[in-house]
C-alpha cells in the first residue's frame, strides 16, 4: 500500500481553506501586540472582539442588527418578488419585452443612488423611504436572471409540450417553471445581495434610524476603528449567512433536477 | 444551358462574387468552408444537410432585380421604427407624465423640476464646458478602476479555474471580503486611504474585480469536459487549448461578470462622489441636492444613464463578435 | 419621538400630505444630527425645545394632537426636501442659507422666530499644517458642508479676504465627516461650528479663525418655520407650537440656566465645555433671543443678497412677506415677555435693553 502524499490527505483540504485566514489573522494578532500599527488604525483583535461584546451586552449591536435585517428583508421580499414577477411577463411576452426592455436596460445602468431624492419624495425618507430603496435594489437582479431564464428555455422544450399537445398552463408547470427555477434561483441570490448592499447604502443615505450602517459612521466620526472593523466584520458574516441559506434553498428546492 | 447574353455574363461575374460571399458566410455558419470550383458561372454549394445546390448566379441577378433592395435610407427608417419604436414607447410615455406632473404640479417642482429646466441646465452645462469636464472625469475613474479590478479578476479567475488548490487557499478570503457590502468598507477605507483617487479607484476597483472574478472562474470551470477532451486528442498544447477552446467557450460566463463589473463599478463610483468628492458627475449630483437644484441631479442622473447604457451595450458588442462561431441552439 | 412605519407601497404612490385625519400629528423637523449620529441638535433653541419637550407638553392636554420630531443627517437641504414634499409642517431651526434657497425655489414657508443668531463658524486646520491665516487657504482642499448656513458664511469670509469657491477646493461633507477627514488628513481644512472646539483642546486641530471676531455677518442663524399650509389650516396650533418656542427660548437665555442649557445642547456628543467656550463672555440671550428685531432682518437680507450673488440661488427672494411675527407678538404677550429680550439695529448695536440682562446682572452678584 502507498502512502498517499502528505497534500492529499484528509486534513490536507480543510488545512488549505483555513491556511491563508489564519495567517492573517496571526499577523494581525503579533502588528497589534508589537505595536507595529498605530492601534488608532488598527486595533487588537480581541479589542474588536470585547468591543462587540459590550455592544451585545447594552442591547444597540442587537437592536441595529435588527432594524438592519428587517428593512433588508421586507425590501428584498417586495423588490425579488415584483422583480421576478416581471422578468416572467418580459420573457414570455414579446410585447412586453420590446415595450419595457430598453428602459429597463438603461435603468439599470442609472446608479441607484440617484434615485434617492425621488425616494425621499415619494416614500420620506425615512423608514418606508429605505426599504423602497432596497426594493428597487433587489428589483434589478431579480428580474434580469428571471427573464434571462425564460428566454434560455431551449427551443426543445417547446417542441416537446407542442409534441405533448400541453395547453399553455401545462406548459408552464410541468416544463417552464422546473427550466427556468434555476435562474429565478440565481435571481434570487443576486438580490439577495443587492437587497443587504442597499440597505447599507440606505442607511448611509437616508435618515438616522438604528441600524448597522449607522453604527458604523458613528464608530467613523468617533474614530473608533474597533466599532468600525466590527461592524464590516458583522456585514461579512451576515453576507456570508445569506449566501449559505440561499445555496441551501437552492439545493434543496433543484435536488430534483438531473443536468 | 441557355445561352447567357454577354451583359448579363459580365455582370454576373461581378454580382457572383458579392453573392459568393454571402454565401461564404451563410456556410461558415453552417460549419463548413466552400471550396471554389473554379467555375464563375456555376457555383456549387453544400448545404449542411449535404444536398449539392447548383446555382447560377446570372440567373439570381435576373431574378434579384425584381426585387430591387430599398434604399439605404428606407431600411434605415424601418430599421428605426420597428426595431427601436416599440422600445420608445414607454419612455416617450414617462416624457409626457413628467412633463404632466411639471405642468400640473403632481410632484412640488422642486423635487422634479419640469423637463425643460433640466434641458436647459444641461444646454448651460454643455456651452461652459462644465458637463464635459464632470464626464471626463467620472469616465476616466470608472476606467482606471475597471481595467484594474477587471484585469486583476481576469487573472485572479483563470488561476482560481487553474488550480484547485490555490481555489482551496484563496476562496475563504475572497468569499468573506465579497459577502462586505462595497459601502461598507468606506468608512475603514476613508480612514486609510483618505477621499482622494485612491478611495474612488479602490473602490471601484474591488466592486469590478468581485463579479468578474466570479465569472470568469464558473466560466473556466464549466467548459464541458468534453471540450477539454477535444484538445487533448488534437494534442493541443495548453496556450492553444487556452485560446481555442477554453476562453471561447467560457466567454459567456466571463462577459457576463465583466458587464456586471462594469455596471457595477458605474454605481460604485456614483455612490462614493456622492459620499465625497470635488467634481464628478456623482458630484455633481450632491451639489444639485445640497443647493436645492434638483434639476441637476436628473440631468447628471441622465448622463449617467446614457453612458451605462453605452457601455453595456459596447460589452455587448464584443461579446457577440467572440462569440460569432456559435452554432445557434 | 419616532415610529417606525411598516411601508405599504407600489412605486408611484404619491402621499398627498400626510396629515393623517386623526390624531392630527404635528410634524416638526431639525436640520441635522448630533456628532454620532444621536438625533439631537445643539447651538439653538429648536433643539433646547426638543429636550425640554416643551411643545409636548403644549399638547399634553391635547389627546388629538401629537408631535413628532424628524432629524435630518442631510441637514438643511434635506429638510428642504421633506418642506417640498409635504412631510413637514415646521422646520424648527432651519439655517438662513437652506431656508432662503428653498424660498427661492418656491417654498411656501412663513418665518415665525429667530432659533439662533451670532452662530460661530470656525475654521479648523490640523495642529501641523502650514496654514495659518484665510488667505493661506488658497489652493487647498476644504470641507464644508454645502447648503447648509454655513457655506454662505464661509462664502463671506472667503470674499472678504478676495478668494471665490474656484481659489479653493470645497468637498462637502457633513459636520461629522468633516470632522473625520480633517482628523485624517484628507482635508487641510474644515469650516464648522462648535463642534471643533472640543477637537482643539484635544490637540488634533487648531482653529484659526472664528467668526465671533468678525463683523455680524459671518455668523450663521437659524429659524423657526410653518408651511402656509399648516398655518392656514391650523393657525390655533400654530400659536400654540410657536408660545412653546418662545417658552424654550425663554428659558434659554436666562443665565441661571447656563449649566441647563450648555448640558442639553451635550445631548448631541458635543461635550459641555464646547458650548461654554464657544459662548465665552457671551450672554445666552445674544444667541437665544426669540425677536424679530431689524438685526435679524438685515442678518438675512445680507445672507439672501450674498446667496444671489455667489450664484447659490437664481431668483431673487422676498423678504417682507416672509416674516410672519404675529404669533410671536401674541406669545410674548401671553407670556408678558414684551420686554424680556433687548432689540438691537441692523448694525447690531442695541435698541432697546431688555429684562433678562437684569437677570444676568442680579445672578452675577
Not at chain 1, 56 to 80: K, M, P, Q, Y
Not at chain 2, 17 to 39: I, K, N, R
Not at chain 2, 153 to 179: K, T, W
Not at chain 2, 263 to 280: D, K, R
Request: charge should be neutral; glycine fraction near 8%; avoid cysteine.
Amino acid at each position: 500500500m502507498t502512502t498517499a502524499p502528505l497534500s492529499q490527505t484528509a486534513f490536507a483540504r480543510p488545512a488549505r481553506l483555513l491556511a491563508l485566514p489564519l495567517i492573517l489573522l496571526a499577523a494581525w494578532e503579533v502588528s497589534a501586540r508589537a505595536g507595529l500599527v498605530d492601534p488608532h488604525l488598527l486595533p487588537a483583535l480581541e479589542d474588536v472582539i470585547s468591543r462587540g461584546e459590550a455592544e451585545i451586552a447594552n442591547g444597540e449591536l442587537l437592536t441595529a442588527l435588527g432594524a438592519s435585517l428587517a428593512r433588508d428583508l421586507a425590501g428584498f421580499a417586495i423588490g425579488a418578488s415584483l422583480g421576478t414577477a416581471s422578468g416572467l411577463l418580459l420573457g414570455f411576452s414579446h410585447l412586453a419585452q420590446r415595450l419595457f426592455g430598453p428602459t429597463l436596460r438603461v435603468h439599470r445602468q442609472i446608479a441607484l443612488f440617484a434615485w434617492v431624492p425621488l425616494i425621499a419624495v415619494w416614500f420620506g425618507a425615512g423608514e418606508a423611504g429605505k426599504i423602497a430603496f432596497i426594493a428597487l435594489a433587489a428589483f434589478q437582479p431579480s428580474l434580469i436572471n428571471t427573464w434571462r431564464g425564460v428566454l434560455d428555455i431551449p427551443a426543445r422544450f417547446r417542441e416537446l409540450a407542442a409534441v405533448l399537445t400541453f395547453s399553455r398552463l401545462d406548459f408552464l408547470r410541468f416544463i417552464a417553471l422546473p427550466a427556468i427555477l434555476p435562474a429565478i434561483f440565481t435571481g434570487l441570490k443576486a438580490a439577495l445581495i443587492y437587497a443587504w448592499q442597499a440597505t447599507i447604502g440606505a442607511e448611509l443615505f437616508m435618515t438616522i434610524a438604528p441600524g448597522i450602517g449607522g453604527v458604523m459612521m458613528q464608530g467613523r466620526q468617533l474614530f473608533q476603528m474597533d466599532l468600525v472593523l466590527l461592524t464590516i466584520l458583522l456585514l461579512g458574516v451576515i453576507g456570508a449567512g445569506f449566501n449559505l441559506i440561499a445555496n441551501l434553498g437552492e439545493t434543496l428546492l433543484l435536488r430534483r433536477r438531473t443536468s | 444551358m441557355a445561352r447567357i447574353p454577354p451583359q448579363l455574363l459580365t455582370q454576373s461575374l461581378q454580382s457572383s462574387a458579392a453573392l459568393a460571399a454571402d454565401q461564404h458566410a451563410a456556410l461558415l455558419l453552417g460549419g463548413y468552408h466552400p471550396t471554389p470550383t473554379g467555375d464563375a458561372l456555376m457555383q456549387e454549394t453544400i448545404t449542411e444537410a449535404g444536398v449539392v445546390r447548383a446555382r447560377i448566379p446570372a440567373l439570381d441577378n435576373l431574378a434579384a432585380k425584381d426585387h430591387q433592395q430599398p434604399s439605404a435610407v428606407y431600411r434605415l427608417a424601418i430599421f428605426v421604427v420597428t426595431r427601436l419604436g416599440p422600445g420608445l414607447i414607454l419612455p416617450l410615455v414617462l416624457l409626457a407624465v413628467w412633463q404632466l406632473s411639471a405642468t400640473y404640479g403632481w410632484l412640488p417642482d422642486q423635487i422634479l423640476p419640469a423637463p425643460a429646466l433640466v434641458l436647459d441646465v444641461l444646454q448651460e452645462r454643455i456651452s461652459d464646458g462644465s458637463l464635459w469636464d464632470d464626464t471626463s472625469i467620472s469616465l476616466l475613474r470608472v476606467l482606471r478602476g475597471f481595467t484594474l479590478g477587471a484585469g486583476i479578476g481576469l487573472a485572479l479567475g483563470g488561476a482560481l479555474a487553474a488550480s484547485p488548490r490555490l481555489h482551496d487557499y484563496l476562496n475563504p478570503l475572497f468569499l468573506a471580503v465579497s459577502q462586505v457590502p462595497i459601502l461598507g468598507w468606506v468608512p475603514l477605507l476613508i480612514l486609510v486611504i483618505g477621499i482622494d483617487e485612491g478611495l474612488k479607484n479602490s473602490l471601484v476597483a474591488l466592486s469590478v474585480f468581485i463579479p468578474v472574478t466570479l465569472g470568469t472562474f464558473q466560466g473556466i470551470r464549466d467548459v464541458p469536459f468534453a471540450y477539454r477532451e477535444v484538445g487533448q486528442v488534437l494534442t493541443f498544447s495548453r496556450l492553444q487549448s487556452l485560446t481555442t477552446i477554453i476562453l471561447p467557450a467560457a466567454v459567456p460566463a466571463i462577459f457576463t461578470g465583466l458587464r456586471e463589473g462594469l455596471s457595477n463599478g458605474w454605481q460604485t463610483l456614483v455612490a462614493v462622489e456622492l459620499l465625497a468628492s470635488t467634481e464628478g458627475l456623482g458630484f455633481q449630483m450632491a451639489y444639485g441636492r445640497q443647493l436645492f437644484q434638483l434639476e441637476l441631479v436628473i440631468a447628471a442622473m441622465l448622463v449617467i444613464g446614457l453612458i451605462g447604457f453605452l457601455f453595456d451595450f459596447l460589452l455587448g458588442r464584443i461579446e457577440t463578435h467572440l462569440q460569432r462561431w456559435q452554432v445557434a441552439a | 419621538m419616532k415610529r417606525t412605519f411598516l411601508a405599504v407601497l407600489l412605486g408611484g404612490i404619491l402621499s398627498a400630505g400626510a396629515a393623517f385625519a386623526d390624531p392630527t400629528v404635528i410634524r416638526v423637523g431639525y436640520p441635522g444630527v448630533g456628532v454620532d449620529n444621536q438625533p439631537y441638535g445643539y447651538g439653538d433653541t429648536a433643539s433646547l425645545a426638543h429636550v425640554g419637550k416643551y411643545l409636548e407638553d403644549a399638547f399634553k392636554d391635547n389627546p388629538d394632537v401629537k408631535v413628532q420630531w424628524t432629524f435630518f443627517r442631510g441637514a438643511g437641504p434635506e429638510l428642504n426636501e421633506a418642506l417640498a414634499a409635504h412631510q413637514l409642517d415646521f422646520a424648527a431651526g432651519l439655517g438662513d442659507l437652506p431656508s432662503i434657497v428653498g424660498r427661492s425655489r418656491g417654498l411656501k414657508t412663513k418665518f415665525l422666530l429667530p432659533a439662533s443668531e451670532h452662530g460661530s463658524l470656525y475654521l479648523a486646520v490640523s495642529p501641523k499644517s502650514n496654514i495659518n491665516t484665510i488667505d493661506d487657504l488658497k489652493g487647498h482642499k476644504v470641507a464644508q458642508f454645502r447648503g447648509t448656513n454655513l457655506q454662505i458664511a464661509s462664502d463671506a469670509v472667503l470674499e472678504a479676504h478676495s478668494l471665490t469657491e474656484k481659489d479653493v477646493k470645497f468637498v462637502s461633507l457633513t459636520t461629522a465627516d468633516g470632522l473625520a477627514a480633517l482628523t485624517s488628513g484628507n482635508v487641510d481644512a474644515s469650516f464648522g461650528g462648535s463642534e471643533y472646539l472640543d477637537l482643539q483642546k484635544r490637540g488634533i486641530v487648531k482653529i484659526i479663525y472664528a467668526s465671533k471676531t468678525d463683523a455680524p455677518i459671518f455668523g450663521t442663524n437659524s429659524a423657526f418655520f410653518v408651511t402656509e399650509e399648516f398655518e392656514q389650516a391650523h393657525p390655533d396650533l400654530t400659536q400654540k407650537v410657536v408660545t412653546a418656542f418662545v417658552k424654550a427660548a425663554a428659558w434659554g437665555s436666562t443665565e441661571a440656566n447656563r449649566q441647563q442649557v450648555f448640558e442639553a445642547w451635550a445631548k448631541s456628543g458635543v461635550p459641555v465645555e464646547s458650548f461654554a467656550e464657544d459662548l465665552q463672555g457671551l450672554s445666552l440671550a445674544r444667541e437665544n433671543t426669540a425677536l424679530i428685531d431689524d438685526f435679524i432682518k438685515a442678518r438675512y437680507a445680507d445672507k439672501a443678497a450674498k446667496a444671489k450673488q455667489y450664484g447659490l440661488i437664481k431668483k431673487e427672494i422676498d423678504l417682507n412677506s416672509w416674516f410672519e411675527p404675529k404669533y410671536l407678538e401674541a406669545a410674548l404677550k401671553e407670556l408678558k415677555l414684551e420686554n424680556f429680550w433687548p432689540t438691537y439695529d441692523a448694525n447690531g448695536k442695541k435698541l432697546t435693553d431688555g429684562a433678562v440682562e437684569s437677570q444676568k446682572q442680579a445672578a452675577a452678584q
